[in-house]
């Protein structure tokens, strides 16, 4: 997997440091050393792939380096991503039973990438089965988290998995749009390599979305795994959303970590308050911007990121403007916006215009940030597929759909959580298709 | 303040508190004791005067244990390196600056009655409060005819012991080695042989560990290792069996300077309350430094005002007569275990240490209901595991769905994740409060059996009479 198309830029490096740092290797042992390796761990149950932490912990502390990572890859094949992105105060740690005595959980993430870096610097290889040991050919269309943990899971026990993604390089959102002191995306993408080593074929570049594209997968593959994601992020629906200086958060992460806006000067406005709007904001305020602020028509109590995340955006030098609602875009002079802003009130369940509080923010940059839509387009194409609210219908445990031969999992199933949990989607879907094949076989 | 001097210890050795360092590094030079001396220690054991030798590089291992350096502390180091004049010339000095601190003389030389009358009168004339024969040195000097190649041998522990008396004014303590089947075979022979007191223990045999790189046993010296002598706190327990069972032996027992991983004052008030009238430390202070004996002190003198003891005799020897024989214990005692549910942590260790390495009596039921009784069937610990892991667990990423995930219930702990003794499966072993990690979270409670008090061997000597 090449990283030609992500840029090796000493100012991305600096401005973008990692905000958590790895754990030291003695450092490690320490902290490995403070599990008190619970029975039946609540963290393990937390976690949506169930990676045996205490198993992998205390593998770690014993100098088991190699067994450790295999441990958490046997259950997450993104174990080395997701312990950099995972939302760990609401999984792991945050069900670590240390809480209960008034002690610091452990740090379950930092030690998960410990193992993972360390897996990486000995240049060992996953474990597979022998090509072939079952039959089964499968194309995951979508190239993001869920996709990935389908296809590896596919490829480790010895059937075969091809990967379509429609950018130049896989991942989806783990290489284009996770913050880049999280998780860098050369780091996606070297983990998307360790994939391709597993047999998993990639084709990048590649469009699925006309039904005679479906037809030749359909007759190419025994299975199809839906790994759609979301759709484009949700408009505004104001006046003056397509002036030039309005950019979308994703578009915005993915840009900056392309190399395609490396600066940022003056005043940014960005509109929302869920965890990829902070990941934009904080964004804004490192590549430059002087004044950011995060523009939410609801209270700060009703904002759905993550404590931590707000917490961080706070650190970062975000301001917040609650209970404020955006009504226009005007462009001005150089290249300046100004956006139209009016204090509401929630009033029996409604916004309610307070009146005389029109506000406008004089700013270089909107950028909205209210969520993604579901993605419909190629599902109409899909006969057989039930779509509700958005999302594709499947089966909880198998992800399996109204078409016997199409699986999905992911944001595209359940309206939109963590890589954690497409990596769990898929690798039930992936299970699920090896145990109908061997029916189908027998 | 409670008075914690040590008077007329095995007849005339006074210091102004228990605490001597052992014959060790850490007294390896008069410039070192009396830093310590400076530091609190109220007495100091030389480190072992006699021909000096020749040590090796290096010298020392160590037991980490789960991220805690130096559970147990190994070494091949020899007796003193330095000359005998040296050391008595300073020993003389340290004496005459610090008047009231024990300086002990821990000696070995050569087995015959000559070399041993002059050392022990050049060392009194240096003066030296006491006299510490090492009969306990497991490495190098064992291999020389000296150290515990005597004191395994008790004869030659009583000669020497007997050649000693016969020179010395200032009390004798023969050091004892553990490396012995019966350390009261060794303990008897030196009060046959006329010793004032005893120390004990010596170090034990020990290989530490082997590099798993060059597979090199530690000490690494060019590519071999020797055996050494193993101390720190992993060795206490032993240490506080072979002191209870020289002072509850009446052939054995004499005054006695306690040693075996004492690194604070609990440690101390242990051995003190088996019988000791002092204590020595050195791997503590070789981990620590000297100033550790500052809380040995002042903890040892808040210990004793809370308990209401004004001298060291008030409490010593409590403990000795509670150690007995098992046929003497109460077979009619029963104890179970209880767990606090507000204190529970739910990390279920007690649950897995019960099923497998106890008696299967903690289960995790208390949401299905109990059955308390002697015919129930629980699912076996790895059924439940696979059950947990075979759910579907999703990241909260709403705020209803956060707020869901971490309700608080009744207790701190969520009801099924809270184990339940069955008492009338549990047998009292403690292994569950041992492994608890919560302080004071699983309570062994004593219950009436209905019984009175039975030991084995009343009831086997019952059972005799019964056959008549």
Known sequence: MSTAALPDDEQLRARFGELKPPLSAQAAVIEADRCLNCFDAPCTAACPTHIDVPGFIKRIASGNLRGSAIRILDANILGASCARVCPVDVLCEGACVMHRQNRKPIQIALLQRHAMDAFWASGERVPVAAPGTHKQRVACIGGGPASLACAAELCRRGAHATVIDRRELPGGLNTYGVAEYKLRAADSVREIEMIRQLGVEFRCGVDVSSATTLEALEAEFDFIFLGLGLGAMQRLNIPGEDAAGVMNALELIAAYKTGHLRELHGTVAVVGAGNTAIDAANAARRLGAETVYMVYRRSESEMSAFDFEYEHAKQEGVQFLWNRLPVAIREEAHGRLKLDTVQVRQEKGKLERIPESEAEIVCDLVVPAIGQSPLTQLLQELRGVAVSDGKIVADRVTGQTGNPRYFAGGDCVNGGREVVDAVAGGKRAAMAMLKSAEVAHA | ?468
Request: aromatic content about 6%; glycine content about 10%.
């Open chain 2, 1 to 468: 303040m409670p008075d914690i001097g040590v008077r007329n210890f095995a007849g005339s050795i006074n210091s102004p508190n228990p605490f001597w360092l052992a014959s060790a590094p850490p007294t390896n030079t008069g410039e070192m004791i009396m830093r310590a001396f400076d530091s609190g220690w109220g007495g100091a054991v030389w480190k072992t005067i006699g021909e000096p030798i020749t040590n090796v590089s290096s010298r020392y291992s160590a037991t980490d244990w789960n991220g805690q350096r130096i559970m147990g502390f190994n070494n091949i180091e020899l007796i003193s390196d330095r000359t005998i004049e040296q050391n008595l010339r300073e020993m003389a000095e340290v004496k005459k600056r610090y008047p009231k601190n024990a300086v002990i003389a821990s000696l070995m030389v050569a087995s015959n009655r000559e070399a041993w009358h002059e050392i022990v009168t050049r060392t009194e004339d240096a003066g030296a409060d006491g006299l510490e024969l090492n009969f306990g040195c497991p490495h190098g000097m064992s291999e020389r005819g000296m150290g515990s190649a005597v004191g395994q041998v008790p004869e030659y522990a009583e000669m020497i012991t007997a050649w000693v008396k016969e020179k010395a004014r200032t009390p004798v303590l023969v050091k004892l080695t553990p490396n012995i089947s019966d350390i009261r075979t060794v303990a008897r022979a030196a009060k046959r042989g006329g010793a004032d007191g005893l120390s004990a223990i010596n170090t034990i045999n020990s290989i530490t560990g082997i590099d798993l790189d060059t597979f090199v046993p530690r000490p690494n010296v060019d590519g071999k290792s020797s055996h050494g002598g193993y101390c720190g706190p992993a060795v206490k327990p032993i240490a506080l069996n072979m002191v209870q069972q020289i002072l509850a032996d009446a052939e054995s027992a004499l005054p006695l300077s306690g040693i075996g991983g004492i690194g604070n004052w609990r440690d101390a008030a242990e051995f003190l309350l088996l019988g000791c009238g002092t204590v020595q430390v050195c791997t503590a202070v070789m981990h620590f430094g000297y100033r550790i004996v500052e809380d040995m002190a002042e903890g040892l003198e808040n210990w004793m005002r809370e308990k209401g003891f004004k001298t060291l005799e008030d409490f010593r020897g409590l403990s000795l007569n509670r150690v007995t024989e098992w046929k003497h214990l109460n077979l009619n005692y029963k104890i179970v275990a209880r767990i606090n549910e507000q204190k529970c942590i739910g990390c279920d260790l007690c649950h897995i240490a019960c099923w497998d390495g106890a008696h299967q009596c903690i289960h995790l039921d208390r949401v299905t209901g109990p059955v308390d009784g002697h015919v129930e069937v629980h699912p076996i610990p790895g059924a439940k595991e696979a059950e947990s892991r075979a759910s579907i667990a999703e990241t909260p990423v709403t705020r209803k769905e956060r707020a869901a995930a971490f309700a608080e219930g009744p207790y701190p702990t969520p009801l099924e994740r809270i184990p339940r003794v069955d008492e009338t499966e549990c047998v009292g072993c403690n292994l569950c409060s041992l492994v608890c990690p919560v302080d004071r979270c699983i309570t062994m409670v004593q219950v009436d059996t209905g019984l009175k008090p039975e030991t084995w061997d009343e009831r086997t000597r019952g059972a005799a009479c019964g056959a008549e």
